[in-house]
């Protein structure tokens, strides 16, 4: 008897023991299987924030947040007023075509506006000269991106290239503004600085200078619909036409 109860007793003790063992692997939480959910969490949004902005080529002017309805309205359009008022560097007809885009969306902004104006240009001249005609297009309305899209045609028929940096915008003025049928046209002066240069075929330099930094002037202008909220809620902007200073 003596020996089956030293048997059992030994027994017991090293499944005590095995239970014990079981349950700190795997009947408790270290902590660590929190950490490593969480890093997969923060992983899979950080995926999918990136797959979303990828998808957008659009350029959004910088705005405020969206103007309020009811009395708040007439505050937010007030704001958006005195800002343009005090904005500096614009005469007197421009003051004015913008305080016209105002009235319609107080969330208007000409300092965020020109932010994202100059962004814009920069990828718009780059995109022409690699002839990329996907980021064109979703900068460009239909007159204007026809027109690029012909030139880049024209200088690939003739297998021509163009080597280009963009050094930087000198200065981004906007010029004219206005308001019709609900359209807010703005148009912008951009002089930026360019090292560009055309080859043909056999990389013989046609034109330009790829050793030259070059002053350029161009007159773009900017078209969104404003006309009621849901046009509104879309803040892109597109090119709808450009011109040479006189």
Do not use: C, H
Request: proline residues 4%; aromatic residues 6%; charged residues 30%.
């Amino acid at each position: 008897m003596e020996k089956i109860d030293l048997l059992t007793l030994v027994s017991l003790i090293v499944a005590v023991v095995v239970v014990l063992k079981l349950r700190s692997v795997l009947g408790r939480r270290t902590g660590d299987e929190e950490a490593r959910l969480e890093r997969y969490r923060a992983e899979r949004r950080q995926q999918e924030a990136s797959s979303a902005s990828s998808d957008n080529n659009v350029v959004a002017m910088p705005r405020r947040d969206g103007a309020p309805a009811g009395p708040a309205q007439e505050v937010a359009v007030a704001d958006a007023e005195e800002r343009i008022k005090e904005y500096p560097g614009l005469d007197a007809d421009v003051r004015r075509g913008l305080l016209d885009i105002a009235k319609l969306d107080p969330a208007f902004d000409p300092e965020g506006f020109l932010r994202g104006a100059r962004q814009a240009y920069e990828m718009i001249v780059t995109a022409f000269a690699e002839g990329n005609r996907k980021i064109l297009k979703d900068l460009l309305n239909r007159d204007v991106y026809d027109g690029f899209v012909r030139a880049i045609s024209e200088r690939e028929s003739r297998g021509e290239q163009v080597d280009q940096s963009f050094v930087g915008i000198n200065k981004a003025d906007i010029v004219e503004s206005e308001v019709k049928s609900g359209i807010a046209n703005v148009t912008v002066r951009f002089v930026s600085q360019l090292i560009s240069a055309t080859r043909d075929k056999a990389g013989a330099i046609l034109s330009g200078d790829p050793q030259k930094v070059k002053d350029v002037t161009d007159i773009w202008t900017f078209s969104r619909d404003i006309s009621s909220a849901k046009a509104r809620a879309n803040p892109n902007w597109r090119l709808i036409a450009t011109q040479s200073p006189a």
